[in-house]
């Protein structure tokens, strides 16, 4: 958001021409001259739009009449019905995508079993919604702004974020970017343009209307897009965001993933109508997509056509991607307790977007057991050996506390921070102390 700001008064303070124009405007708000904080006519406005429903005489309830279909082209077999809708990747794009799959999938095994021994605090994986990631990804470019929730890992991944980036931030040590800050899977890095996690539910969705916004204002061809469940859709700023986005017209896509669970709460329980993809045509005049979150290539396509609508007509996109939650909520869960083992294999073993990718790469003879036995194999080496290195790391350094908030630390964060080193040296050995980078040095000054 701060970065977007930057780069509108950046382009400001070089760019005469736009400076006049947002100083008529300021001036003369009573007026109807062009303004890039909104977009006017030249000619007066009528007192009164005019209505886009028709008047009539008779008194019908109106009830939900059509759901909107839900698009794909590939089935789990790998085959795709439509060869002219298949994206015709080329086999090293396609082994890319499978293996950032797999090595997802490898990489939360590992790691939901590390955070059971207590070596991390927390978790969450990814299973069973893996082509998502990899299929919106893959159809956006790096100079897009992305808002995650928490369950979006393959797209960080594709993007450029690595395994030992996870894993640092995981374990909350001293190469971690958000420097110990943020629980664990609340991933950000400026490098790759991948605003930072925030735990509470749907508070992004605000933010990236506004990050939209200021690439509408600054006049860039790019666009932002915004991850969540559909749990979050029923939170008041899902509907905040919808309508600041459809009212302003900026180039948001907004990316529902329907995992058919919100925690412990079905999505049957959850809302009523068309689901969230029904909210869009008539709820806020905004284009829609349902697609099949489990296709991967369907998830390309819609992505692809949908950043295509908010970059070149400047208008909100919002998708909506069916697909299912197979692993538990997050390591604080147990989904045994409200679903059903023959539900979750149903969709693990019947809907597997990993192994359909894989069918479809059999067809063309792309791929071999000895090549899966191998990836899996150099996974699961990569990660268990960038745990260990993680482990053996420090924590960030306590000075880390008071940085990063202020440009320059203020008087009473100056002082908080004394209070706290003074603390520390009177009390070492309350305090496992020989963890933190730089505690030694910190402690003799």
Not at 7 to 27: A, D, F, P, Q, W
Not at 103 to 131: C, H, K, P
Not at 314 to 337: F, K, N, W
Not at 361 to 377: F, L, P, R, V, Y
Request: net charge neutral; charged share 25%; glycine share 6%.
């Amino acid at each position: 958001m701060i970065s977007q700001a930057s780069r509108v008064l950046t382009r400001l303070g070089r760019n005469n021409e736009l400076k006049r124009i947002l100083t008529n405007s300021l001036n003369n708000c009573n007026k109807s001259s062009p303004s890039i904080i909104r977009s006017f006519s030249s000619k007066k406005q009528a007192l009164e739009e005019k209505d886009k429903f028709e008047y009539t005489d008779k008194l019908e309830v109106q009830e939900l009449k059509h759901y909107i279909p839900c698009y794909t082209i590939m089935n789990q077999e790998g085959v795709v019905s439509k060869p002219e809708q298949d994206p015709n990747f080329s086999k090293e794009e396609v082994i890319k995508m499978y293996t950032t799959m797999l090595t997802l999938n490898i990489m939360d095994s590992i790691l939901y079993d590390v955070q059971r021994q207590g070596r991390i605090s927390f978790y969450m994986t990814s299973f069973g919604e893996e082509a998502i990631h990899i299929g919106s990804a893959a159809a956006l470019e790096m100079s897009d702004t992305i808002f995650a929730q928490y369950r979006e890992t393959g797209v960080f991944m594709w993007r450029g974020f690595t395994i030992n980036d996870i894993i640092n931030q995981c374990c909350t040590n001293e190469h971690d970017l958000g420097k110990g800050r943020q629980m664990p899977m609340h991933f950000g890095s400026r490098k790759i343009n991948l605003q930072t996690i925030s735990s509470p539910l749907t508070t992004q969705l605000p933010q990236a209307v506004g990050s939209s916004y200021a690439q509408k204002l600054a006049g860039e061809k790019n666009c932002t897009i915004v991850y969540f469940g559909e749990g979050a859709a029923s939170e008041g700023d899902f509907h905040a965001a919808m309508n600041f986005a459809a009212a302003l017209s900026t180039p948001t896509i907004f990316f529902c993933r329907n995992n058919k669970w919100a925690i412990s709460t079905p999505s049957k329980e959850q809302y009523k109508g068309d689901g969230i993809a029904g909210r869009g045509p008539n709820g806020y005049g905004m284009k829609t997509i349902r697609v099949d979150g489990n296709d991967i290539w369907a998830v390309y396509n819609v992505t692809k056509l949908a950043r295509k609508i908010a970059v070149e007509e400047q208008r909100p996109v919002l998708i909506e991607a069916m697909t299912y939650r197979v692993g538990h909520h997050s390591t604080s869960d147990d989904s045994s307790r409200y679903r059903t083992v023959e539900e979750i294999n149903a969709w693990k073993e019947g809907k597997n977007p990993i192994s359909r990718l894989r069918n479809y790469m059999n067809h063309k003879g792309w791929w071999s057991d000895a090549q899966e036995k191998e990836t899996i194999a150099n996974a699961r080496t990569t990660v268990r050996e960038s745990l260990v290195t993680a482990e053996k790391q420090y924590k960030p350094s306590i000075n880390e506390i008071f940085t990063d908030v202020y440009d320059k630390p203020t008087p009473n964060l100056i002082e908080q921070q004394r209070e706290l080193i003074e603390h520390l040296k009177l009390y070492p050995d309350e305090y496992p102390l020989n963890q933190f980078a730089d505690s030694k040095l910190i402690l003799k000054d």
